[in-house]
């Protein structure tokens, strides 16, 4: 398994933006693609990114579209997450994860590869 340690979540205002990272060791990174998901308590965990194992494809939930933006780098072992532009409904536990199977259109998490969550809160 990949092991995943997500960063990078704190208090915004609205419209504020934060950086999120996720840093894998374990297995080959390179050889997955990457999601980003977020849950609030008593709501399933929703679907927010992924991203290629080369970078060369992304695909986003339309509520975010245009406003995060995701990205890797290979030679840090790492994912992030930019989120711009952010409302109080977005408030959450960010997870990262590495994909069971993604296609570019089609996104299946490896539900043993979650990491510990980073919390972000958005304040109106």
């Known amino acids: 398994q990949v092991q995943l340690v997500e960063s990078g979540g704190g208090l915004v205002q609205a419209g504020g933006s934060l950086r999120l990272s996720c840093a894998a060791s374990g297995r080959t990174f390179s050889n997955y693609a990457m999601g980003w998901f977020r849950q609030t308590p008593g709501k399933e965990r929703e679907f ?3 991203i290629g194992w080369n970078g060369g494809s992304t695909n986003y939930v339309d509520s975010v579209k245009g406003r995060f933006t995701i990205s890797r780098d290979n030679a840090k072992n790492t994912v992030y997450l930019q ?3 952010l409302k ?3 408030t959450a536990v960010y997870y990262c994860n590495a994909a069971s199977y993604y296609s570019g259109s ?4 490896n539900h043993g590869s979650w990491g510990q969550g980073t919390q972000v809160t958005v304040s109106s």
Do not use: K, L
Not at 106 to 109: A, D, E, S, V
């Open 88 to 90: 109080p409904e977005e």
């Open 48 to 50: 927010v990114a992924a």
């Open 106 to 109: 089609t996104y299946r998490p």
């Open 83 to 85: 989120m711009n532009s």
